[in-house]
């Protein structure tokens, strides 16, 4: 989650390791080879060389062998266990190789020898972060911001574990003081990002992906997160230039190819989205997200077999995935499965018994059943979950007209529309319930305000035709 800082703080005594660090950066690998060979050949010609080991250690941490890099440290603490220096450098290898119970360990012995270093603190709130003791974490993350508050990297670390508690607007506080004070780091722009996408705040979002990728062009994990927000978004053709992007560095990207057959399905171009929705699942068969995806696109072809199929493993692979559920139950209504449709909504509300898209697509689902009480009952339900969704009430509305109870009907189109006067189609049903009570002078009213809202309605015009016969009115 949170990153370990490779360093330790100014003023203390570990400032030659750092040093020694900035140093190791521009040997290359086979520059480190050659080093860790001859701090072998002194070592081999006394082992108690401290010096020649903690470099060999450093030079193992740089090479990526972290195995060696905790053993060279390891013979450092053996004979002389209050080496801070050793501990944190250990740490950072245990760290690395995953072992967070082993790094938090030598992080407490580093921090009790060599107390008020910021680096320390800030990399043990790291590990227990990653052990999840958040609050813990957050203690080691406060202290590291105030024993360095110019540091960037601390408020950083503590920016991205607001954001993995569910705290963007904080997140988005730390990240934003990371970039005052240094403002060249690519990661720190793309994760405050993040946070305002958390936020809902995408045109924010966007900004902070697109300084990502002006500092690091070949930023992988913003393109993807700029095309994702321009899907959103509805801004098709720029996502697909980011996910090209994506795919051009790594041609198996799954997620990538999944949000660019989406974007490829918006756009019409259905063939090439199945295509690289196959391709996603063909190298991650049991991502949920790019089975979903593809069932949405066969949904859009209108092979809703295939699509029930995909919306039935991401079910297996995700048992409470409402959405999925209700795909599955809309793609069998299409198929005249309605009564399995039924089960499918029924799924939803037994996982969530507050979701109104629940009760009312098992509602409309009953009603094409004929089980027309069972029907009512979730559209009352509905409405008491949404007492002001003015859809609730129309749908209860039209079910009343269906049941021939004709003064409810109209009072649930009164409430829907007193909720939302320009909602068309309660407009429309209001009309033909005023014809059907003799009523046209209202039902001329309403049909007035559909072509308002809809001037290219020629039914509505029609009916409108009708209702000012009967009205006596005279176009």
């Known amino acids: 989650m949170t990153g370990e800082d490779k360093s330790m703080d100014d003023g203390k005594p570990l400032e030659d390791y750092r040093e020694y660090r900035r140093n190791l950066d521009v040997l290359g690998a086979d520059g480190l080879r050659l080093l860790v060979e001859r701090l072998t050949e002194r070592i081999n010609a006394a082992p108690l060389d401290t010096e020649a080991l903690a470099a060999r250690g450093l030079a193992y941490s740089e090479l990526g062998e972290y195995r060696s890099a905790v053993a060279d440290n390891s013979r450092l603490i053996a004979p002389n266990p209050a080496d801070a220096s050793a501990y944190f450098e250990r740490a950072r290898s245990y760290s690395e190789l995953g072992e967070h119970q082993r790094d938090l360990e030598d992080y407490d012995a580093a921090i009790r020898l060599q107390p008020g270093d910021a ?85 924010e979002a966007l900004r902070g992906y697109d300084a990502a990728i002006g500092l690091q062009e070949n930023y992988g994990l913003a393109h993807y997160a700029r095309g994702i927000t ?3 978004l509805g801004e098709f053709e720029a996502a697909l230039r980011d996910f090209d992007a994506v795919i051009g560095m790594d041609p198996d990207s799954a997620s990538a190819l999944s949000g ?143 049941l021939e109870e004709p003064r409810l009907a109209m009072e649930d189109f009164n409430k829907s529309l007193a909720l939302d006067p320009d909602y068309a189609q309660c407009l429309r049903e209001r009309a033909m319930l005023y014809l059907d009570l003799g009523e046209p002078q209202k039902a001329v009213r309403d049909y007035d305000e559909v072509i308002r809202l809809e001037p290219g309605d020629s039914w509505a015009r029609q009916q409108r035709r009708v209702a000012a016969e009967g009205a006596g009115l005279h176009e």
């Open 119 to 203: 680096t320390a603190h800030g990399n043990r709130g790291a590990c227990r972060a990653e052990l999840g003791d958040m609050s813990g974490a957050f203690t080691d993350f406060d202290v590291a911001v105030t024993l360095a508050p110019h540091s960037a990297d601390h408020y950083y670390n503590r920016g991205l574990a607001h954001g993995e508690m569910g705290e963007p607007q904080r997140a988005v506080e730390d990240l934003s003081r990371a970039i005052e004070l240094d403002p060249q780091v690519s990661v720190v722009y793309y994760s405050r990002g993040m946070a305002y996408r958390d936020l809902g705040e995408l045109d």
């Open 260 to 402: 660019r057959g989406v974007v490829l399905g918006n756009l019409g171009r259905h063939d090439e989205a199945m295509r690289d929705l196959d391709r996603a699942v063909a190298l991650e068969p049991d991502n949920a997200d790019t089975l979903a995806a593809r069932g949405l696109a066969y949904d859009d072809l209108a092979e809703y077999e295939l699509a029930i199929e995909d919306y039935t493993r991401v079910i297996v692979l995700e048992p409470t995935n409402t959405n999925a559920y209700y795909n599955r139950g809309m793609a069998r209504i299409l198929l005249g499965q309605y009564d399995e449709a039924v089960d499918d909504f029924s799924a939803i509300i037994e996982i969530d018994p507050g979701n109104k898209e629940g009760y009312a697509a098992r509602g409309f689902a009953h009603t094409l059943t004929g089980e027309f009480e069972m029907s009512l009952a979730d559209y009352a339900r509905l409405v008491e979950l949404t007492p002001d969704d003015p859809k609730a009430y129309y749908l209860r509305g039209a079910l009343y007209v269906e």
């Open 230 to 232: 321009r899907l959103t």
